[in-house]
Nanobody, 124 residues
């Protein structure tokens, strides 16, 4: 089970840190990703931490502004979001998979476990 938290309403240029806490799993065995869904739009990949090689991956739209990290001792992954823009407004979901391969990392179909989503609203 995944629990996402940390969303809120901020101004453009502000920062937020989202958290994704897992229970009932050996957290270190899972690749963790963040997706987001803006109102009326499809859910899109944002960032991922792949367990193989501990590599990180980002959507072009957030590269250089967002940072994914994890603390396996706390069973928690984070998405640090800096220099937020109004177009970052969305519901953010965390997802986990023990078997996703690099080529499928950005596909939401590759993830078996999902958090409930946390809303981020960025005003200009």
């Amino acid at each position: 089970q995944l629990q996402a938290s940390g969303g809120g309403s901020v101004q453009a240029g502000d920062s937020l840190r989202l958290s994704c806490t897992a229970s009932g799993h050996t957290f270190s065995r899972y690749s963790i990703s963040w997706f987001r869904q803006a109102p009326g739009k499809e859910r899109l990949f944002v960032a991922a931490w792949h367990r193989g090689g501990h590599s990180t991956h980002y959507a072009d739209s957030v590269k250089g502004r967002f940072t994914i990290s994890r603390d396996n001792a706390k069973n928690t992954a984070y998405l640090q979001m800096d220099r937020l823009r109004p177009e970052d407004t969305a519901v953010y979901y965390c997802a986990a998979s023990s078997s996703v391969i690099l080529s499928n990392l950005r596909s939401q179909n590759a993830y078996a476990y999902w958090g409930q989503g946390t809303l981020v609203t960025v005003s200009s």
